[in-house]
């Protein structure tokens, strides 16, 4: 069983643009970031990203999960995992 799915890209048919609404904005970060994590893309850019570009979305992505989810929430949603 799979522990990850992107269907909200494969499903979406809505627009995808940013700066229009709040729900637009939000369906289009959702998109774009599982665009962007596709297997293949992330196999032809990964050597491309200098070590700045590497820590800068690493970086952007933990002080997010901090910021937003709960330790229980991290581990359920991101890791994946059980965690008492």
Do not use: A
Request: with cysteine; glycine share 4%.
């Amino acid at each position: 069983m799979k522990k990850y799915s992107h269907n909200f890209v494969e499903k979406y048919e809505g627009f995808t643009g940013f700066g229009w609404d709040r729900e637009s904005d939000q369906n289009t970060v959702i998109c774009y970031l599982q665009m962007f994590s596709d297997d293949q893309l992330m196999k032809s850019i990964i050597e491309r990203l200098s070590e700045n570009e590497l820590e800068e979305v690493y970086s952007l992505i933990n002080r997010l999960l901090k910021t937003h989810l709960k330790d229980s929430e991290y581990h359920k949603l991101f890791l994946k995992d059980e965690h008492p």
